[in-house]
């Protein structure tokens, strides 16, 4: 890792190894983007993955709700998205402006998949754009908060890469994993290794925590899940590590995991070499602490749709969060149990914050 400017608020490393802290840290996914007027501002009708391509762009975007925010939040996540390594396998995606993204060309039959099977990925080259803004926004950011890198799950981008975008019955990933199972995990396999390498230059070029966004996990049974998810993001907790040792950074890289929906994988996921598991907001803190038996930090979890309650609702539900994650001192993260929405209020999520601050510091 370069000569990055020396961390100044180092709590969610601290809190992702399983050191106590004096409140526990907060930052939100999806907490830059379409909610903030500034973001629209910046992104003003560009194309979505133009603007991930551009570091200056992506940084100060990035860089937005750490702003804001300021002394609030305790990490930034890059602005970027989990479709494009996809993209860096060959396969062409578009964002459709209100609609979300859309593959021209998805899989769909044996032959579609051996041509990403043949291609070859040149990680450093194909994605050295997002190294690049990942390195620009690590300067910017003068060590104020640590910054995050991430990547898709590798069942979530065969959900979307066999889709070809957002579904709701899933009636083609579905159809590849029960029709053609062998050349199903050949295809995650080749996901996991791009995924590895991403993930461990994206640490190289100065992120300082992972996440590994496993979003359609719950559309998996427990048993597909065992089969189709599972061991790929065991294998990303178990690479990842090694392979920054051959690239000769030593130091220990939280990775957190973020498996939606999966509430029946929760006791494996906490013995699958991630530090920290993510929890959705369908889950009962206090279960989720019992079955985790400290062996993981957790982080989570409220359901975004408190942010249109009331001050009084949205103070009621943080307390009782922090308080059924054991008050936050320790082997905890304070976040949604998903993404903020286009439509919230970015002040009453400033509330929501400060609520965070008030509670989890007494
Ligand atoms: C971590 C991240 C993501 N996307 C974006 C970020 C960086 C910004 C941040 O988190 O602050 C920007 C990010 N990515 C996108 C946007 C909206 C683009 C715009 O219209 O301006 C933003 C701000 C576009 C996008 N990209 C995706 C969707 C969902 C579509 C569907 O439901 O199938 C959409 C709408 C795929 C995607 N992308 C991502 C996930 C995993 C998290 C989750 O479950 O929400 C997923 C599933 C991850």
């Not at 860096?88 to 041509?115: C, I, S, W, Y």
């Not at 159809?175 to 190289?204: C, G, R």
Request: aromatic content about 10%; charged content about 25%.
């Amino acid at each position: 890792m370069g000569n990055f400017p020396a961390p100044k608020n180092d709590l969610i490393l601290r809190a992702a190894k399983g050191e106590k802290v004096e409140r526990p840290p907060c930052w939100i996914m999806r907490q830059a983007g379409r909610y903030l007027p500034e973001y629209h501002e910046v992104k003003n009708n560009r194309d979505f993955f133009q603007t991930c391509r551009d570091a200056e762009i992506a940084s100060e975007i990035t860089i937005q709700p750490v702003r804001r925010y300021r002394g609030l939040i305790d990490a930034a996540i890059i602005f970027s998205d989990i479709l494009v390594i996809p993209q860096a396998m060959g396969m062409r995606v578009e964002m459709l402006e209100g609609k979300g993204p859309h593959f021209p060309e998805p899989l769909r039959n044996p032959e579609d998949l051996q041509t990403v099977l043949d291609y070859k990925v040149d990680v450093l080259k194909e994605l050295d754009w997002a190294f690049k803004a990942i390195t620009m926004t690590r300067i910017k950011l003068d060590g104020e908060v640590p910054l995050f890198g991430f990547c898709g799950g590798p069942w979530t981008l065969m959900v979307y890469m066999t889709e070809g975008g957002g579904s709701r019955l899933f009636r083609f990933a579905k159809q590849w994993i029960n029709m053609y199972p062998e050349l199903s995990h050949k295809l995650l396999q080749k996901i996991t290794d791009v995924a590895v390498e991403f993930l461990s230059q994206q640490v190289v070029a100065g992120a300082q925590i992972l996440q590994v966004f496993e979003s359609w996990g719950g559309e998996l049974s427990s048993v597909d899940f065992d089969e189709f998810s599972l061991p790929y993001l065991r294998q990303i907790a178990e690479r990842v590590p090694k392979r920054l040792q051959e690239l000769g950074i030593m130091e220990q890289i939280p990775m957190i995991v973020f498996a939606k929906g999966s509430w029946y994988a929760l006791d494996k996921l906490c013995c699958s070499g991630f530090d920290v598991v993510s929890l959705d907001w369908s889950w009962d803190p206090r279960e989720a602490v019992k079955i985790n038996k400290n062996r993981v930090t957790l982080q989570g979890n409220l359901d975004p749709g408190v942010m249109y309650g009331s001050k009084e609702v949205i103070a009621k539900k943080v307390k009782q969060m922090i308080e059924a994650f054991g008050g936050g001192k320790s082997r905890y993260i304070v976040n949604f149990g998903h993404g903020t929405h286009p439509f919230m209020d970015p002040d009453v999520i400033k509330f929501f914050l400060e609520e965070c601050h008030r509670i989890g510091s007494k």
